[in-house]
């Protein structure tokens, strides 16, 4: 195959510009130790920006504008197989990358805390690949192309989260590490990356998503209308199995985008959370939200109610598993946590306030003396049965609450929780240790016939009445075939009542001091 000069040339030239965005993006790496490294939203800018370039600069080179009637395409005029397939792979690539780095860009820009070069490098940025991007979606608009703008939408959406996470003065926020790993600090480890303009802007644009996918997945009744019962000649002489595929499409697309909006929304309110302040609870009534930190990434999936051909999006309230389960408490008092130490964004669900790493333990209790009531996961890590004998030690058993998830980290939860009074109060002078309640064992479930089987994670909550004793309340297990969009809502209002007819009354504690001894 002989190469025409003008194909060696845009050959030259993808070259040039390859080299020079491998120089700027690893300019980190073999530069001097003082020249930083640029962040990782900007790298990806950049190079998709040396892209687009040189894609349009192919195009330009390999293609020429023919109008017919009243659409305008590109016929090719030179005989280069590699610069046609690099300009079919731009067409492909270009929907999702263009406006990935653009909004990529655009969020790490609203952070408004880098230096001028890395700003200045964002606007270029966008300056390069906006007016690429338009020259692709007007060229196929003018072509009679139709635009994939889910794609688009999606390529936004995953920019934006993706260009938040570039922090303070243009250098990538490092993630977090595991507990064993950090080193110990005596401040409070707040997140880090919380930005309330980018957290206003993904609840926009999550809502906006959301609203078009549900239309878009609820659109199969007008769309078996359009496409086969009512199709016009036109529609009507397309294969079947095309008209299928466009119904299967545009109903999973929509679902996809209605997912999206929703990850937006939880990412968007992640950034709109407040801390709260350990102190200032002095006076105020809460509840104390203690569990391991391993939970978090479980309890941060979204609830589902059972059934996927009867579920509803709007059944089950609450972003996440944890929301859910806590927002069952919410007239009963705020209800706090403490976040994990070096989490960027704290999770939804309770109010987190943080501690420091190495010096927990007295504020901790602290707020156990203070609280109304003790909301715990009943999990065998150390810390949680630290928590739980102290509570035990300071509070009363009517004020704890165990969230009980699985029944074999219960029982180990119990034998930890014995062992450690044990030793705590043979190891630990000067301290009064009340009797411990007796943890009993878990009842089996009851067998429903009828229903749809709901494994949600929670198994139940265990109490102590008055007298010490233990009451173990389950969670719902089977759901109504046919229900409503209240239906779940209340039967687990329902199956909760005693747990939370006991909280409600519970009088009210006279100190409720908060702060460290």
């Not at 406006?99 to 490098?121: C, E, F, K």
């Not at 999973?252 to 999206?260: K, V």
């Not at 909760?496 to 001091?513: E, F, K, M, N, T």
């Amino acid at each position: 195959m002989s190469w025409s000069p003008e194909a060696v040339t845009w050959v030259l030239t993808v070259v040039v510009l390859i080299h020079v965005a491998g120089v700027v993006l690893f300019r980190g790496h073999r530069a001097a130790p003082r020249t930083p490294a640029l962040p990782a939203p900007l790298k990806s800018s950049f190079l998709i920006s040396a892209f687009c370039m040189a894609w349009l600069a192919a195009r330009n080179f390999a293609y020429a504008p023919v109008r017919l009637g009243d659409a305008v395409i590109h016929v090719p005029q030179v005989d280069a197989l590699p610069v046609r397939l690099f300009v079919f792979a731009g067409e492909l690539a270009i929907p999702f990358l263009g406006p990935w780095a653009t909004a990529a860009s655009l969020a790490a820009l609203a952070v408004a805390r880098m230096d001028a070069l890395v700003r200045a490098g964002h606007v270029l940025a966008i300056a390069v690949i906006v007016p690429v991007l338009v020259t692709h979606l007007s060229g196929a608009l003018a072509a009679g192309q139709t635009i994939p703008w889910v794609l688009v939408a999606l390529g936004a959406l995953n920019g934006l989260m993706r260009g938040e996470d570039e922090g303070p003065a243009g250098k990538q926020l490092p993630a977090p590490t595991r507990r064993a790993e950090r080193s110990p600090v005596t401040e409070p480890t707040a997140p880090t990356a919380q930005r309330r303009g980018v957290g206003r802007l993904l609840v926009g644009l999550g809502w906006t998503a959301g609203g078009i996918g549900l239309l878009l997945a609820f659109s199969g009744t007008f769309l078996i209308k359009f496409l086969f019962l009512e199709a016009s000649r036109e529609m009507a002489e397309r294969p079947v199995s095309v008209r299928l595929a466009v119904l299967v499409g545009v109903i999973a697309s929509g679902g996809l985008l209605a997912g999206a909006g929703r990850a937006a929304v939880k990412r968007g309110r992640r950034h709109l959370r407040r801390t709260v302040s350990f102190d200032a609870l002095d006076g105020q009534r809460y509840l104390l939200y203690l569990r391991p930190f391993s939970v978090d990434a479980a309890m941060a999936a979204s609830p589902e109610a059972p059934g996927w051909h009867t579920r509803s999006p709007f059944e089950l309230p609450g972003l996440t598993q944890e929301a859910f389960v806590l927002r069952q408490f919410r007239d009963l008092g705020r209800v706090i946590a403490i976040g994990e130490p070096g989490e960027r964004l704290p999770a939804l669900g309770a109010e987190r306030g943080y501690l420091p790493v190495d010096d927990w333990k007295d504020t901790v209790s602290s707020l156990i003396r203070g609280a109304h009531t003790v909301i715990m996961t009943a999990s065998p890590g150390p810390g949680t049965v630290w928590e739980f004998t102290e509570a035990i030690r300071v509070s009363e058993p009517t004020r704890l609450l165990l969230l009980v998830y699985e029944e074999p980290a219960y029982y180990a939860f119990r034998d930890a929780a014995g062992r450690k009074i044990a030793d705590r109060s043979t190891t630990e002078e000067g301290k009064v240790w009340p009797s411990p309640p007796s943890l009993p064992n878990i009842p089996p479930p009851e067998q429903h016939d009828k229903g749809l089987r709901w494994d949600f994670p929670l198994t139940g909550i265990l109490h102590f009445t008055i007298d010490r004793s233990a009451r173990f309340t389950r969670f719902p297990t089977a759901v109504p075939r046919l229900r409503h969009v209240g239906t779940i809502r209340r039967l687990v209002r329902r199956e909760l009542q005693p747990v939370l007819d006991h909280v409600s009354h519970l009088p009210a504690i006279v100190d409720r001091s908060t702060r460290v001894p």
